[in-house]
């Protein structure tokens, strides 16, 4: 099927021929047969790189050519970025004066993004999606297009129960609403078509050739061919990588854990390097610089070393400047292998010539390892063959005896994807979103409520009758927390509406107001470990080692804890130390503690560190709203305290810093190095000299400084030397802001 066939407007079809794509792929068109731009649902259940996302920007761009609104889910911060960068190549079609215009959302959970309604299609994550509406967005009502990109997640306990409800809502919202669900190759896709009330086009076919195969005695055995690796190391994984690079591939490595990953590159990137001719290197060392640059652990280093052979790491431990400096080098052909955690299977567009599987277990905390799903192996064996670029992909898995390699022939080359279900039905998951749906007004009575259920993808699955329990002991407890009033009409009091508008989990926001009116003294640490209590905040685990300097702590500072369960109960004072643990992560990081100190006192990485603190600025701001409703009920100022560590923990500084550091571009080294040296404020940095402030931070820096703050700079041309024109450029467009802009 040509793009010149389809009933879109003439300006997107020159768009996709402009781009190279005169034909439809087989799954592409039969969506479009099945009236994808007709307004009909759609569910395309096909693989990786089969061109799920080209029928979304069809659809998309059909309904904005008539006056419509497109909303695109994801489930991750990565992929929403990912794709608004690719809609924003829609700016140069002409549907409207000014092209397409494209906004993303995925921060500020207590925000209606009201801003965001004058664009045509908007990209957030599900969650963010879902605040929206608890926060009575207007826009959401204009939209007319819904693309839910990966929606087998719906089979996830973690993001599974948001997806669902969320959709539920927005189909109850705009129930004309056209809904175009991209799917990975699930086992009863019919069931999720058969629920979204969509035509369902389901698919096996890939523009690369897939193989998929095992790698034992030397060789890589497919079911009919087998292909001999030549055994230049001791590890099977690296020779067969570099088979793939004698080849002029490039290979993607999963691991089950991050240590094995870092691991690996090492070792692969000792061959690799060998490898690799001078212009490559060159590309490598500018790679490294920007490595080294973007980080500030020892792990920068590891990671810069690996890159510098050829080789890289990528997991959620690393910070985001890393994992996107390492996509983008191994895009460019720079980077020859990546060693990732099954995380970089989802989602990220990101192929590559062979996909080498290490390890097909996976660690469970409950089980130990257990083998992952076969629709995870999918995922991870998808991401083989660049379209356009490889004559072909392979996925390999490795194993160790001639048993084991059927094994896996039986359990995941020739096996079916498993079916995907419904995890809304545990109380967890139902208490925040019974409360939503009442506050936004999807429900006022128990019975509306088991009517809004019946809606949802779990009721197209099971009887709801066994959640009417469940049910009612969420309504029992939101009464018993005072988010909720009333049996025959259910209203939200403003605690609730709070509590919702604020996306925090209602047993977060009990366990806050509780703890907040039990606490005799307020401290910081009182603060943080409330919120490290609340089951929305990620927590450390317990080493063998922690147990006794953690405890010397609380008894050390027991007055500033609400509430200290019994060492008696010892799985809860177990998991109460763990809240403690993480409540001094927090504690080190806004104590000015280097990221180096605070990645190796605990364990974690660069990325996970950004993590807890964005997680724990979200959950202080809910502390001092929540603290703010009932601060008549409480004999301190816990809610001032809570926005100075909002702040605090926002930047990673102390109290003293927080005006110096609010400034563009400075960070809290370099806020600290102009306090210790007397420039304590802003004012004393405008009666500072650029040479002054020049020795503490660096020229390029200072000047920066200068100009954010509204002063004007006159540099000598030795001084104006030392700036490069991107610098200059936003100088001269700071140059324009004003000292009282800056102030607001």
Same mark, same amino acid.
Request: net charge negative; hydrophobic share 40%.
């Given at each position: 099927?040509?793009?010149?066939?389809?009933?879109?407007?003439?300006?997107?079809?020159?768009?996709?021929?402009d781009?190279?794509i005169?034909?439809?792929?087989?799954?592409q068109?039969?969506?479009?047969?099945?009236?994808?731009?007709?307004?009909?649902?759609?569910?395309?259940?096909?693989?990786?790189?089969?061109?799920?996302?080209?029928?979304?920007?069809?659809a998309?761009?059909?309904?904005?050519?008539?006056?419509?609104?497109?909303?695109?889910?994801?489930?991750l911060?990565?992929?929403?970025?990912?794709?608004?960068?690719?809609?924003?190549?829609?700016?140069s079609i002409?549907?409207?004066?000014?092209?397409?215009?494209?906004?993303?959302?995925?921060?500020?959970?207590?925000?209606?993004?009201?801003?965001?309604?004058?664009?045509?299609?908007?990209?957030?994550? +599900? &969650?963010?999606? !879902?605040?929206?509406? #608890? *926060?009575?967005?207007?826009w959401?009502? %204009?939209?007319?297009?819904?693309?839910v990109?990966e929606?087998?997640?719906?089979?996830?306990?973690?993001?599974g129960?948001?997806?669902?409800?969320?959709?539920?809502?927005?189909?109850?919202?705009?129930?004309?609403?056209?809904?175009?669900?991209l799917?990975?190759?699930?086992?009863?896709a019919?069931?999720?078509?058969d629920?979204?009330?969509?035509?369902?086009?389901?698919?096996?076919?890939?523009?690369?050739?897939?193989?998929?195969?095992?790698?034992?005695?030397?060789?890589?055995?497919?079911?009919?061919?087998?292909?001999?690796?030549?055994?230049?190391?001791?590890d099977?994984?690296?020779?067969?990588?570099?088979?793939?690079?004698?080849?002029?591939?490039?290979c993607?490595?999963?691991?089950?854990?991050?240590?094995?990953?870092?691991?690996?590159?090492?070792?692969?990137?000792?061959?690799? +390097? &060998?490898?690799? !001719?001078?212009?490559? #290197? *060159?590309?490598?060392?500018?790679?490294v %610089?920007?490595?080294?640059?973007?980080?500030?652990?020892?792990?920068?280093?590891?990671?810069?070393?690996?890159?510098?052979?050829?080789?890289?790491?990528?997991?959620?431990?690393?910070?985001?400047?890393?994992?996107?400096?390492?996509?983008?080098?191994?895009?460019?052909?720079?980077?020859?292998?990546?060693?990732?955690?099954?995380?970089?299977?989802?989602?990220?567009?990101?192929?590559?010539?062979?996909?080498?599987?290490?390890?097909?277990?996976?660690?469970?905390?409950?089980?130990?390892?257990q083998?992952?799903?076969?629709?995870?192996?999918?995922?991870?064996?998808?991401r083989?063959?660049?379209?356009h670029?490889?004559?072909?992909?392979?996925?390999?898995l490795?194993?160790?005896?001639?048993?084991?390699?059927e094994?896996?022939?039986?359990?995941?080359?020739?096996?079916?994807?498993?079916?995907?279900?419904?995890?809304?039905?545990?109380?967890n998951?139902?208490?925040?979103?019974?409360?939503?749906?009442?506050v936004?007004?999807?429900?006022?009575?128990?019975?509306?409520?088991?009517?809004f259920?019946?809606?949802?993808?779990?009721?197209?699955?099971?009887?709801?009758?066994?959640?009417?329990?469940?049910?009612?002991?969420?309504l029992?407890?939101?009464?018993?927390?005072?988010m909720?009033e009333?049996?025959?009409?259910?209203?939200?009091?403003?605690?609730?509406?709070?509590?919702?508008t604020?996306?925090?989990?209602?047993?977060?926001?009990?366990?806050i107001?509780?703890g907040?009116?039990?606490?005799?003294?307020?401290?910081?640490?009182?603060?943080?470990?409330?919120?490290?209590?609340?089951?929305?905040?990620?927590?450390?685990?317990m080493?063998?080692?922690?147990?006794?300097?953690?405890?010397?702590?609380?008894m050390?500072?027991?007055?500033?804890?609400?509430?200290?369960?019994?060492?008696?109960k010892?799985?809860?004072?177990?998991?109460?130390l763990?809240?403690?643990?993480?409540?001094?992560?927090?504690?080190?990081?806004?104590?000015?503690?280097?990221?180096?100190?605070?990645?190796?006192?605990?364990?974690?990485?660069?990325?996970?560190?950004?993590?807890?603190?964005?997680?724990?600025?979200?959950?202080?701001?809910?502390?001092?709203?929540?603290?703010g409703l009932?601060?008549?009920?409480?004999?301190?100022?816990?809610?001032?305290?809570?926005?100075?560590?909002?702040?605090?923990?926002?930047?990673?500084?102390?109290?003293?810093?927080?005006?110096?550091?609010?400034?563009?571009?400075?960070?809290?080294?370099?806020?600290?190095?102009?306090?210790?040296?007397?420039?304590?404020?802003?004012?004393?940095?405008?009666?500072?000299?650029?040479?002054?402030?020049?020795?503490?931070?660096?020229?390029?820096?200072?000047?920066?400084?200068?100009?954010?703050?509204?002063?004007?700079?006159?540099?000598?041309?030795?001084?104006?030397?030392?700036?490069?024109?991107k610098?200059?450029?936003?100088?001269?467009?700071n140059?324009?802001?004003t000292?009282?802009?800056?102030?607001?």
């Open positions: 099927m040509k793009i010149e066939s389809l009933d879109l407007p003439g300006e997107v079809i020159r768009f996709y021929l781009s190279g005169e034909s439809l792929y087989p799954p068109a039969e969506a479009i047969e099945k009236g994808l731009l007709e307004d009909k649902n759609i569910l395309a259940a096909i693989p990786t790189a089969s061109g799920k996302t080209l029928l979304a920007e069809l998309m761009l059909k309904a904005i050519s008539k006056g419509g609104k497109a909303l695109y889910i994801v489930p911060r990565a992929l929403a970025s990912e794709k608004f960068e690719r809609f924003r190549e829609f700016s002409g549907l409207k004066d000014g092209g397409v215009r494209v906004g993303i959302s995925t921060g500020d959970f207590e925000s209606r993004d009201e801003w965001l309604g004058s664009n045509d299609i908007i990209v957030a994550t +599900s &969650e963010k999606t !879902d605040s929206l509406l #608890r *926060n009575s967005t207007s959401m009502e %204009e939209i007319t297009t819904i693309v990109d929606v087998h997640l719906l089979d996830s306990a973690n993001r129960p948001t997806l669902e409800v969320t959709l539920t809502k927005l189909m109850k919202l705009n129930p004309g609403c056209q809904i175009i669900a799917s990975a190759t699930i086992g009863n019919y069931e999720v078509a629920w979204l009330k969509a035509g369902l086009v389901l698919s096996e076919w890939r523009p690369t050739d897939l193989r998929e195969g095992v790698y034992y005695g030397g060789n890589i055995n497919f079911r009919s061919s087998q292909k001999e690796i030549e055994p230049r190391s001791a099977d994984a690296v020779n067969i990588l570099l088979d793939t690079l004698h080849d002029g591939g490039q993607l490595v999963f691991e089950s854990s991050r240590k094995n990953c870092v691991s690996f590159a090492k070792r692969a990137g000792a061959k690799v +390097s &060998e490898t690799l !001719d001078k212009p490559t #290197r *060159n590309l490598l060392d500018e790679l %610089e920007q490595i080294i640059e973007s980080g500030e652990t020892e792990a920068s280093n590891v990671l810069a070393q690996c890159v510098r052979n050829g080789s890289a790491f990528h997991h959620a431990g690393l910070n985001s400047a890393h994992r996107k400096l390492v996509e983008d080098g191994f895009r460019a052909n720079k980077i020859k292998v990546i060693c990732s955690t099954p995380t970089l299977a989802a989602g990220l567009n990101l192929p590559a010539r062979r996909v080498i599987i290490r390890s097909y277990k996976r660690f469970d905390s409950n089980f130990g390892m083998p992952i799903p076969v629709l995870e192996y999918k995922q991870m064996a998808g083989a063959g660049r379209p670029l490889d004559p072909y992909g392979e996925s390999v490795v194993a160790k005896s001639y048993g084991e390699m094994q896996l022939f039986d359990n995941y080359i020739d096996a079916g994807a498993e079916d995907i279900w419904s995890k809304l039905g545990a109380e998951a139902l208490r925040t979103h019974v409360l939503s749906t009442i936004n007004g999807f429900a006022t009575t128990r019975d509306g409520l088991m009517e259920i019946e809606a949802t993808f779990f009721a197209h699955q099971n009887d709801t009758w066994g959640l009417i329990e469940v049910i009612d002991d969420c029992d407890f939101l009464r018993d927390k005072r909720l009333g049996d025959d009409t259910l209203l939200p009091t403003v605690l609730g509406r709070l509590v919702s604020l996306y925090i989990d209602p047993l977060s926001g009990a366990y107001v509780d907040l009116k039990k606490a005799e003294h307020i401290t910081d640490l009182t603060l943080l470990h409330l919120i490290c209590k609340t089951p929305d905040m990620r927590q450390l685990y080493r063998s080692n922690d147990y006794e300097i953690i405890n010397d702590f609380v050390a500072h027991s007055e500033e804890f609400a509430e200290i369960p019994p060492r008696s010892e799985i809860d004072y177990d998991w109460f763990g809240e403690v643990k993480t409540a001094l992560l927090i504690l080190d990081w806004i104590g000015e503690k280097s990221l180096d100190q605070i990645t190796k006192k605990f364990n974690v990485g660069e990325g996970d560190v950004h993590a807890f603190a964005d997680i724990a600025k979200w959950l202080m701001h809910s502390a001092s709203r929540l603290a009932i601060a008549s009920e409480l004999d301190n100022d816990a809610a001032g305290r809570a926005v100075m560590l909002e702040k605090r923990i926002h930047y990673g500084a102390s109290p003293e810093l927080i005006q110096l550091v609010s400034i563009r571009g400075i960070g809290r080294v370099r806020a600290r190095k102009l306090y210790d040296n007397g420039l304590k404020s802003i004012a004393d940095i405008r009666n500072s000299n650029l040479n002054t402030v020049s020795g503490l931070i660096g020229q390029k820096t200072a000047a920066k400084l200068f100009s954010e703050i509204g002063i004007h700079l006159t540099l000598s041309s030795a001084e104006l030397g030392t700036i490069s024109s610098t200059m450029g936003s100088l001269m467009e140059e324009q802001r000292f009282s802009d800056f102030e607001k």
